[in-house]
Each structure stands twice: as structure tokens, then as C-alpha cells.
């Protein structure tokens, strides 16, 4: 019989000027076909693994796990290690969403190492100003969109290492948003879309390549942008272009 394991959890935070709090989740959970859901709604909102340690990330431990984490507020702090031993079919469906200014989120899909997190599909959404997310993908069949809108001053990071990934990130907004993408696979797919100004883009793919091996595309629209963009492999390096506005950096190094 399927297991479903459903957590809903849905925070309110009041404030006035001689009252502050944050709302707090710790998880440590396992189980396969986990269902959960995750709503804070406040400010200082942290979801972390159990012992209140922001060094502690918070454990999600099965396969075919569904995930849905969305914070609303300011300085939000998320910390996730999600662990399947998936080989094949679905592995980790996870939607995260924030909505705010100055927090930080650390996402590790296959947190355990063991490279066996095949299938993952993640969805990101960024509202805000100077929000940092990091994430770090291991496995293979994944698949990573990523959008960031509204703000100045958001950084995706992504660490990604897999076969067979397909990768859509998407920015816009003011200045200074930041882009870096290093990916390790010997088929993948990237695509990045900036919208704004003073957007910094870097991306590094590596891997074998060979029968369309690898692909980037890249559209900019905006001005002050700088991209860098480096593929190495055995051939099919590939990058596709679209850049409108004035003062564009670009460096592209590509090599068998």
C-alpha cells in the first residue's frame, strides 16, 4: 500500500515595532511516497533539520518524493538534503518558492552522495531583493527551471552533477543579479534568460560530449551584462546567442 506521509504546515508571524519572531520547522524525516507541504508566512521563517542548527539541514529520506516548500517574507532561511535511492522511474518532485527580501536557501538534492537521485524535477521561484539560493544536483534524468523576478541583487547558484539534464533558468528585474551555473554531464541542456541590468552570468559545462552532447543557449536583453561561458568535452559544444543592449562582456571558451 502506498504510504503517504502529508505535513502542512502554515505559520502566521505578527509583529509590531517592540515584537519580533520567527516561524520554525525541523525535519528528520524517512519514508517512501512522502507528500509534504511546507507554508511560513512572516519574517525570519528557517526550515532546518532537527536540533534548531542553521548549520543542521533538514533531512527528507525516501523515493518518489513530492516536496513543496514556500516561504513569504523577509530574511528566510532554508536548509534541505533530499535522499532517494531512485535508479530509475520518478525520484524527487520539489517546488520551492520564496517571496521577500534577504534570505538565503541550500537545496542538496541527493544529499547522502550516493548519486542514485535519478529523476528529479525541481521548480524555483525568486520575488524579492537580495535573495542567495544555492543548489547542488546529483544523478541523472533531472530537470532544474529557475525564475527570479522583481528584485536587484538575486544569485542563483547550481552545482550540477548529471547526466541527462535539462536546465531553464530565467532573471529579471534591477542590477546586479547573478547567474552561475557549473554543470558535469555528458548531456545537457541550458538555457538562461536575463532580463535587466548589470546581470553577471557564468556558466561551465564538462563532460563527455559527442552526439549533441551539450548545448547552451543564452538571451540577454539589457545593458552592462557580463557572461562567461566554458565547455570542454569530446565535441558537440554548442552555444546560441541573444544579446540586446550596450556594454556587454562576453568570454566563451570551448575545447575538445
Do not use: P
Not at 537521485?117 to 547542488?136: K, Q, V
Not at 538562461?192 to 538571451?219: K, R
Not at 566554458?230 to 554548442?238: A, K
Amino acid at each position: 500500500m502506498k504510504k503517504i506521509v502529508t505535513m502542512l504546515f502554515t505559520l502566521l508571524l505578527i509583529m509590531n515595532l517592540s515584537f519580533a519572531a520567527d516561524n520554525s520547522i525541523y525535519i528528520d524525516q524517512v519514508g517512501d511516497s512522502a507528500d509534504i507541504d511546507i507554508t511560513q508566512d512572516g519574517s525570519a521563517n528557517k526550515v532546518y533539520g532537527v536540533g534548531d542548527s542553521e548549520g543542521t539541514a533538514a533531512t527528507l529520506t525516501g523515493d518518489s518524493q513530492s516536496v513543496d516548500i514556500r516561504q513569504v517574507g523577509s530574511s528566510n532561511l532554508l536548509g534541505i538534503d533530499l535522499n532517494t535511492t531512485v535508479t530509475s522511474g520518478v525520484g524527487i518532485d520539489l517546488t520551492y518558492y520564496i517571496t521577500g527580501s534577504n534570505s538565503v536557501a541550500s537545496i542538496d538534492v541527493n544529499g547522502d552522495g550516493q548519486g542514485t537521485a535519478s529523476n528529479n524535477t525541481i521548480d524555483i521561484r525568486m520575488t524579492g531583493d537580495y535573495n542567495d539560493l544555492f543548489a547542488d544536483i546529483l544523478g541523472t534524468g533531472n530537470s532544474l527551471t529557475a525564475t527570479a523576478t522583481g528584485g536587484s541583487y538575486n544569485d542563483f547558484n547550481f552545482t550540477i552533477n548529471a547526466d541527462s539534464t535539462t536546465s531553464n533558468v530565467a532573471i529579471s528585474g534591477g542590477g546586479g543579479n547573478t547567474t552561475t551555473l557549473s554543470l558535469s554531464s555528458d548531456s545537457a541542456t541550458v538555457d538562461i534568460t536575463a532580463a535587466g541590468a548589470s546581470n553577471t552570468i557564468g556558466v561551465t559545462q564538462t563532460g563527455l560530449g559527442g552526439t549533441n552532447g551539450m548545448n547552451f543557449d543564452l538571451d540577454i536583453t539589457g545593458s552592462s551584462n557580463t557572461w562567461a561561458s566554458t565547455q570542454s568535452g569530446s565535441q558537440d559544444n554548442d552555444i546560441d546567442v541573444n544579446i540586446t543592449g550596450d556594454s556587454n562582456n562576453w568570454s566563451i571558451t570551448q575545447s575538445d
